[in-house]
């Protein structure tokens, strides 16, 4: 059974550090790999998707990698924001059927002014 | 952009009650999903349905869960008979083509309270 854990649980950071969140997943045999952004009291946003057979993916800066052999995928945010202040979660897609979507239990960041 | 959207944002309901959460998915998506969140937890798959029917569901979606999709814009989960444990942030999802760039649009929840 696929499980996907996520750390840190939580990270609190100053305005404009560079921040690295993990994530691991126990079979490899995945799909693809999603990073969603989850707000209060809203749903889930996806951030970045990266394909079974690439290696990373980027957008602005969020730089997501991932290296399916040893299980592990991390997000990179860059100078980082107080508006980045959110959930972080990591989602496999087993590739079995109609995506189902397996996920860690997020990384809460909070970004200090 | 289009969106996904759920009501009522939050459903108070007494133990044992039927309750009915909606889902409005992006109009050309084919795939629906319902996942719940209970406070604290991961995020979990409950179902998914495509072409009218359940395409998968978990080991939580037992015979007090159903899904329907009434007409051509509503998508529904029905609980039976509502259990304390029931309690949980329920999200709909929908997306267009299974593909390996393909993402899931998530709706912003039904936080359902059972008492």
């Known amino acids: 059974k696929q499980e996907v854990t996520q750390i840190p649980a939580a990270l609190s950071v100053p305005e404009g550090e560079n921040l690295v969140l993990n994530c691991s997943f126990t079979?490899?045999?995945?799909?693809?790999l999603q990073w969603f952004r989850q707000d209060p009291g809203k749903g889930l946003t996806s951030l970045l998707l990266i394909q079974s057979s690439q290696r990373e993916q980027t957008s602005g800066r969020l730089n997501a990698s991932l290296d399916k052999s040893s299980g592990r995928s991390t997000l990179y945010i860059a100078a980082s924001q107080p508006g980045d202040s959110a959930t972080y979660l990591c989602?496999?897609?087993?590739?079995?059927?109609?995506?189902?979507?397996?996920f860690g239990q997020g990384t809460r960041l909070t970004i200090n002014p | 952009e289009p969106e996904v959207t759920q009501t009522p944002s939050h459903q108070v309901t007494q133990m044992g009650q039927e309750v009915i959460l909606r889902c409005v998915p992006i109009s050309n998506h084919l795939y629906f999903y319902w996942y719940r969140q209970i406070l604290g937890q991961k995020v979990e798959f409950l179902v998914s349905f495509y072409n009218n029917e359940i395409s998968e569901k978990s080991e939580i979606f037992d015979d007090q869960f159903s899904v329907e999709r009434p007409d051509g814009s509503n998508f529904t989960l029905k609980i039976r008979s509502t259990k304390l444990e029931d309690s949980a942030m329920y999200f709909c999802?929908?997306?267009?083509?299974?593909?390996?760039?393909?993402?899931?649009?998530f709706g912003p929840g039904t936080r359902l309270t059972v008492l």
């Open positions: 989602a496999v897609d087993l590739g079995q059927g109609a995506q189902k979507l397996v």
């Open positions: 999802a929908s997306l267009q083509r299974v593909t390996s760039t393909d993402t899931q649009y």
């Open positions: 079979d490899s045999a995945i799909y693809n």
